[in-house]
């Protein structure tokens, strides 16, 4: 009865046919609104992209927009209050505005525009999460954030890794899986020239563990510190809190975008992928082909969905991996938020519960 209900589910949820038309849900993270709510600079930059969002398209494929139906007001009012950012403290009373969610791995990936430039405005340093990975949020933080807010441009990147995860990919083998933290280095290099590797140190990890993975980067002519936050709070940051000042003064390269804008949707995608996953082959589902036409163009930012756990589109493919294909299941438009989705893989925008899911055994 319990593996029928999560088909039904899956079933009810991730596709929907109404009169002939297939669609399906997506989770609030993944939602156009999610994305638009967090790119807005204000009320008015709010409402103008709320009335940008495409609703459908007319038989002669032309889009439909929300502006088209009279309902931007009545939308903007479900999120008059959203647009303010949430203010919270930490456990050692430092302030913190936690405001928007857009997951990486299917959107853009951080906070809102107005909590950082709240931040930015407020106080002499402003640390953001741009989460997943480098290959997720720290690509679309510059690739789609500082495009349209040059000021975001970071001063430092820090790259936060554990020992586990480093074992993780190299098949619990340490000095096999330090290839995937030369893949982030090397691409957060191509951004930066102000990059610390921070390992957040668990109870777990040996003395020489830690000194291998330091001596692998500074090698490479990069900052490293060991952080034991978690269990110290600031008193465990204090090395890393000192880096972070000490780079973040110094002179910031150039930045160069793998892609301009103005280049055909095809060309973004294959630079993009090219250039920083490594890609060799993006392949491109005949859905995905038509969405390319119907997209011709636009001269819009890409935002890439797909799988967290790996380089690549593929989540069992670990480590640094070389020469390998990407395969494009569907495009989609996000008019609104200013961008367009490329979905790899299966990512799903709409995941739910395992069988055998946590709360079963509570």
């Not at 807005?40 to 929300?66: C, H, M």
């Not at 502006?67 to 009373?93: G, Q, R, S, Y």
């Not at 060991?226 to 150039?254: H, I, M, N, P, R």
């Not at 069992?316 to 494009?328: A, D, N, Q, R, V």
């Amino acid at each position: 009865m319990h593996e029928r209900c999560m088909d039904l589910n899956d079933r009810s949820l991730r596709t929907i046919t109404i009169n002939g038309h297939t669609t399906h849900f997506n989770i609030t993270t993944a939602s156009e609104f999610m994305a638009l709510l967090c790119l807005a600079k204000n009320e008015n930059d709010l409402k103008e992209r709320i009335g940008k969002v495409i609703v459908g398209y007319t038989y002669s494929n032309q889009p439909v927009f929300t502006k088209d139906l009279n309902c931007v007001n009545a939308l903007f009012l479900l999120l008059k209050h959203a647009i303010k950012p949430n203010l919270v403290t930490t456990l050692e009373n430092n302030l913190a505005l936690v405001h928007g969610g857009p997951f990486a791995n299917i959107a853009h990936g951080t906070n809102s525009i107005i909590a950082t430039q709240y931040a930015l405005n407020h106080f002499d340093y402003t640390i953001v999460e741009a989460g997943f990975g480098s290959d997720m949020g720290a690509l679309k933080f510059y690739d789609i954030l500082t495009r349209i807010n040059p000021e975001f441009i970071p001063d430092v990147v820090v790259l936060n890794t554990t020992i586990q995860s480093l074992k993780h990919n190299g098949e619990g083998n340490l000095e096999k899986g330090i290839v995937n933290l030369d893949y982030h280095i090397e691409t957060m290099s191509i951004y930066t020239n102000h990059l610390l590797v921070v390992v957040n140190k668990h109870d777990t990890d040996t003395e020489s563990e830690i000194e291998y993975i330091k001596q692998h980067v500074e090698e490479k002519g990069i900052l490293f510190s060991v952080s034991t936050g978690f269990l110290e709070g600031s008193d465990g940051s204090t090395d890393v809190a000192k880096k972070v000042v000490d780079v973040a003064s110094k002179e910031k390269k150039e930045i160069v975008y793998s892609y301009e804008l103005e280049e055909d949707l095809k060309t973004k995608i294959e630079k993009f992928c090219k250039i920083n996953y490594g890609a060799k082959e993006i392949l491109y589902t005949k859905e995905a082909e038509e969405k390319v036409k119907l997209f011709h163009g636009l001269h819009l930012p890409i935002c890439v969905a797909k799988t967290q756990y790996s380089i690549t589109d593929n989540s069992k493919i670990l480590g640094y991996p070389k020469e390998f294909s990407m395969t494009i299941k569907d495009i989609k438009l996000f008019h609104g938020a200013g961008f367009i989705t490329i979905y790899f893989g299966n990512i799903l925008t709409m995941p739910g519960l395992s069988k055998d899911a946590n709360y079963l055994h509570m």
